[in-house]
């Protein structure tokens, strides 16, 4: 590693981890908890939420579609250094995070027998917070990097 290119790096990689670690591990809590009142499982909402789509929720399937920003996001922040990969995941996670917000419109989901009425539950919530401590870590550590490379150290 460059440490001229890359001044302060210890400081900045401990803030990297610890909103990693929390924003990905919410994620996977969500995965776990009841997504709806309904007790969908989060990962159920994962797998099946596509659907979403076809049963007229639209904003349902945006929110679903959001975990793909998420995660390409996270990886990115996870490995990225150069402010360019940086950037790019702190933008993957503003989109992820205004995504989020559609899950808290859908108000029925498909079943096996027609649909069920439904409202966001403790997987909802956990996982549009992932998505947030996910997008305020990369902006953060955004700021910091660009003080960093412009000279002004924090």
Do not use: H
Not at 64 to 69: A, C, I, T, V, Y
Not at 74 to 91: C, D, E, K, N, T
């Amino acid at each position: 590693m460059n440490q001229a290119y890359y001044p302060d790096w210890q400081g900045r990689r401990a803030t990297k981890s610890i909103f990693t670690a929390v924003a990905g591990g919410l994620w996977l809590i969500a995965l776990a908890l009841p997504a709806y009142t309904d007790d969908t499982p989060g990962l159920g909402a994962l797998i099946f939420g596509w659907m979403l789509l076809f049963d007229g929720s639209t904003l349902g399937f945006i929110a679903w579609l959001g975990n793909f920003p998420f995660a390409v996001g996270l990886f990115m922040f996870m490995i990225g250094r150069r402010p360019g990969v940086i950037q790019a995941s702190m933008i993957l996670s503003i989109i992820a995070m205004v995504f989020s917000f559609g899950a808290f419109t859908v108000d029925e989901v498909p079943t096996y027998g027609g649909s069920s009425n439904v409202s966001p539950y403790l997987g909802c919530y956990t996982w549009a917070i992932a998505n947030m401590i996910f997008m305020i870590g990369t902006i953060i550590y955004m700021t910091r990097q660009s003080a960093v490379l412009n000279g002004n150290r924090q």
